[in-house]
């Protein structure tokens, strides 16, 4: 059996009680310094906004995608105990969100797929060096697979 597709103001619904519980997290979190737990807690607002009031323009589930991924890369790139409460309330709440790891996917794969994972991986690939979660080895390959990635949507554009 086939899962009923959502409808865009159930997955704009999914999303804000997705952004509802990382401000728990954000507010209880022993990790997280003032300004970060403060930028945190506004970049969701905003992103709780543009999901239940968007332009008719964007009241699409494409754009809806948009702001899911946007809100849930630093859940799916950092760790720690904050993340892990994270998922683990997603989970008992029943929100169905993957949580994946942009870096391996690629690696694993040879290639970024689609614009997500090139902006996931180029706002991001100095840190994660940076952090250890990636050698540099891992950075070179990944630099191919983004120079590679620009060179398709190139070819698309012509």
């Known amino acids: 059996m086939t899962a009923k597709r959502q ?73 720690g105990e904050d993340i892990e409460n994270f998922w683990t309330e997603l989970y008992k709440n029943g929100i169905d969100f993957e949580r994946k790891d942009t870096f391996q996917a690629v690696l694993k794969r040879k290639r970024i797929k689609d614009i997500h994972e090139y902006d996931s991986v180029i706002d991001n690939i100095v840190a994660a060096e940076q952090i250890g979660r990636i050698d540099k080895n891992q950075v070179k390959e990944l630099n191919q697979f983004i120079a590679e990635f620009e060179q398709r949507q190139k070819e698309k554009k012509k």
């Open 7 to 79: 409808t865009y103001q159930e997955r704009a619904e999914r999303l804000a009680k997705t952004i509802d519980i990382a401000e728990k997290i954000i507010v209880d979190s022993k990790s997280l310094d003032e300004k970060t737990s403060t930028h945190f807690l506004k970049w969701g607002r905003e992103i709780r906004h543009m999901a239940l009031n968007p332009k008719p323009q964007f009241k699409k589930v494409a754009s809806l995608k948009y702001l899911e991924n946007d809100f849930l890369i630093y859940w799916n790139e950092a760790d």
